[in-house]
């Protein structure tokens, strides 16, 4: 069989980047030809845990869409996403394998019947060792290294309402095989990742963004972690800017940035002009200067998104 | 927590109503108050299963819609279908808690993440022993009978392309924990289903039929196994009258009726007035008198609906 490329979403968090790494290991352990690859940059957290486990990075798909009609298709194995609007570009274009994934069910179809495992735990890194467990199959220290960083990742150390027992049991058999203290570890890889202190607006504004669609309306949602609001509350005029101007280009009816503050475990939800009725309606709060506060919130899949999906299919 | 219903699709075939039964089994065994469920009357190729291994028909659903919007939503686990065109009425107003199948994905949606493992075999049964071995739990020998007779079914006793190698093993198993020889059984099962002497064109026309949506246009497909033509020959202007009479009825673009005969492994794909350059194109065949010839074809799923699908969704 032709090769198989195991890709994360869109603008690739540490869970879609490790996922890739991961599960094309486990695939060709089992015989597939199968080929980490990711949809765009690694962001800082992830080249962290890449450098401290000495993992190269995926390789960079720019799109699957084919030049000709007869060229054979890209043949791809979707993890941590599932809505068309995360996935590569021309994803369209190519044959989806298989799907492994940890959130909500959106719009993808298949044309045949495909291997589909859809589990509601913190990150699919979780899913994925469950799959290493039932064929039998150790990560290398290297691949275990990278899963552990992607459950702290999605769970922020465990702090996250999407956290299960079967997350945090996988952390620490993987610290095993990885040989790493993962507390320690998990602190310095997010305050890695909470570092902003020299990007840009752009790059701050667009930080993994995530596009949704119900009712026939697209809005994008990104989310920046951080330990101290002050560094993106100081760049926060231009932040707004860049979202403002990104939401007319793509026409988006509206965009969203969660500033998580992972330390004190709250969200400050931005959004553009014109979003503060959608935004009240769905986290049943006032919002003030185009922000809603939100406490206790850090989970863009648990805790935002269905609340913002629920106003917008009406 | 509140009661369960695993609940296969609309006019249920053999493998709905056993998957209903096993898998509430499992669940059961796991702790959870799940019922099995049916949306609709069990044909009699099921009747003889359900007769033969002494299991109750499960519980019939005629609707999950609530009646006032404050009403606790019913618990539905689907099994053996995901498109809402295959539901049971109101399953938007129920809450599904997990989704097991082996059929392409559909329409299906959900907002938050939820149990889904959909894999490529010929039977949702296979899926479900799968799920049996994982959680270490032994089907009772009534349970194994009607799983096995849920694969001898689906994969027509191995002669359906959609047969895999799991499918076969599992029969194998399962016959053991059953006490029956699957072949002799099987074939006495399949004679019992394919026995329409009885039956009136209206429910000779609407035999196992599944409704398919693409490009916004629905059509339905009804599918018939027989080990002889001539008797539904005989009644086949009787049927026709019957299917053009529901095509009107509920508006579908077309409505299909699959005679496959388990003997010759082939099918006579009869379809009502104005399809036949969907059906010619679908199939590259000619037709003739409203029906087209397809060899070695047995399978809706992998053989007849991706092509229509694909005609229609153009």
Known sequence: MSKVFV???KSPDTDSIAAAV???YLKRQLGVDAV???AG???KETKFALDYFKVEAPVLLESTARKNPDDEKTKLILVDHNESKQCVDGAKDAEVLELIDHHRLGDFETENPIF????????V???IYGLYKANGVKPSKEVAGMMLSAIISDTVLFRSPTTTDEDKAAVKELAEIAGVDYE???MEMLKAGADISDYPAEKLAHNDTKEFEAGGKVFSCGQISVMDLEPIEAKRADIM???EETKAEKQYEASYLMVTNILTEDTYLWFTSGAEAAAEEAFGKKAEDRCVYLPKVMSRKKQVAPFLLKVYGK
């Open 7 to 9: 890709i994360g979403h």
């Open 22 to 24: 991961s599960y094309s």
């Open 36 to 38: 980490a690859a990711r």
């Open 41 to 43: 940059e690694p962001n």
């Open 116 to 123: 589909i495992l859809i589990r509601p735990v913190g990150c």
């Open 125 to 127: 890194n979780t899913v």
């Open 184 to 186: 320690a570890y998990g």
């Open 241 to 243: 800017k860049v979202l």
